[in-house]
Nanobody
Framework: QVQLVESGGGLVQAGGSLRLSCATS????????MGWFRQAPGKEREFVAA??????SYADSVKGRFTISRDNAKNTVYLQMNSLKPEDTAVYYC??????????????????WGQGTQVTVSS
C-alpha cells in the first residue's frame, strides 16, 4: 500500500506562485511514475504533469509555467506553479504508479492517490 499526502495549496493572486509537495511512502519511490492532476468544480479530473525517472510530461495549458520534480531521498514529488491564472483554480491531486514504465496522462494509469489540496487563484 502506497500513501500520498499533498501540501502547499492555498490562495494566491493571479501572477503569483505556489509549490505543491506530495510525500509518498514506499521503499522503491525512485522507480515510481508520479503524476499531478487537478479537478475544478463541475469538471473532470485533468492531467497536469508527470515524471518517471528524469522524464517529464506536461499538459499544454501549464507548459512553461509549471515544473514537476522529485527528491528521491525525501520520497517527495513537487509541482512548482508560476504565473498562476484564475483558470488554474482546482483541487490538485498527486498520484503514484509503482509499476509504471512511462508517464501516463490518464487518471486510470495511476494506482494510488492523495487526498488533494485546494489551489485558488484570484483575479
Amino acid at each position: 500500500q502506497v500513501q500520498l499526502v499533498e501540501s502547499g495549496g492555498g490562495l494566491v493572486q493571479a501572477g503569483g506562485s505556489l509549490r505543491l509537495s506530495c510525500a509518498t511512502s514506499g521503499r522503491t519511490f525512485s522507480s515510481y511514475a508520479m503524476g499531478w492532476f487537478r479537478q475544478a468544480p463541475g469538471k473532470e479530473r485533468e492531467f497536469v504533469a508527470a515524471i518517471k525517472w528524469s522524464s517529464t510530461s506536461y499538459a499544454d495549458s501549464v507548459k512553461g509555467r509549471f515544473t514537476i520534480s522529485r527528491d528521491n531521498a525525501k520520497n517527495t514529488v513537487y509541482l512548482q506553479m508560476n504565473s498562476l491564472k484564475p483558470e488554474d483554480t482546482a483541487v490538485y491531486y498527486c498520484a503514484a504508479d509503482p509499476a509504471g514504465w512511462t508517464t501516463s496522462r490518464s487518471p486510470s494509469g495511476y494506482d494510488y492517490w492523495g487526498q488533494g489540496t485546494q489551489v485558488t487563484v484570484s483575479s
